[in-house]
Nanobody
Framework: QVHLVESGGGLVQAGGSLRLSCAASGRTFNVDHMGWFRQAPGKEREFVAAITWDGSSTHYADSVKGRFTISGDNYKRTVYLQMNSLKYEDTAVYYC????????????????WGQGTQVTVSS
């Protein structure tokens, strides 16, 4: 089992920045990739970004390209999501996740999920 703990959410004005962190613990040796999804009220959970554990590739949703950056620290077993130029529509609960097989934008590509952290962008 892999345990994920997110931190770094909060309230920020439009145009501002936040950095989310996600620390993985437990049986992480099988983890191939980690990523972030988000879910706004009344909407489906959507893919935001992902990174392979060796850092060789990153993936982003079109809605965040150029504004968000995902990175990882393999030694600390931690992944980060730097969010710049935040917009009101970025408001959501952000979930960290980890997968053991193939990286992708589907929820089924991930085996473990964190509890989520709230990001609120005021307009």
């Amino acid at each position: 089992q892999v345990h994920l703990v997110e931190s770094g959410g909060g309230l920020v004005q439009a145009g501002g920045s936040l950095r989310l962190s996600c620390a993985a613990s437990g049986r992480t040796f099988n983890v191939d990739h980690m990523g972030w999804f988000r879910q706004a009220p009344g909407k489906e959970r959507e893919f935001v970004a992902a990174i392979t554990w060796d850092g060789s590739s990153t993936h982003y949703a079109d809605s965040v390209k150029g504004r968000f950056t995902i990175s990882g620290d393999n030694y600390k077993r931690t992944v980060y999501l730097q969010m710049n130029s935040l917009k009101y529509e970025d408001t959501a609960v952000y979930y960290c996740n980890a997968g053991e097989t193939r990286v992708g934008p589907r929820t089924s590509d991930y085996d473990y999920w964190g509890q989520g952290t709230q990001v609120t962008v005021s307009s």
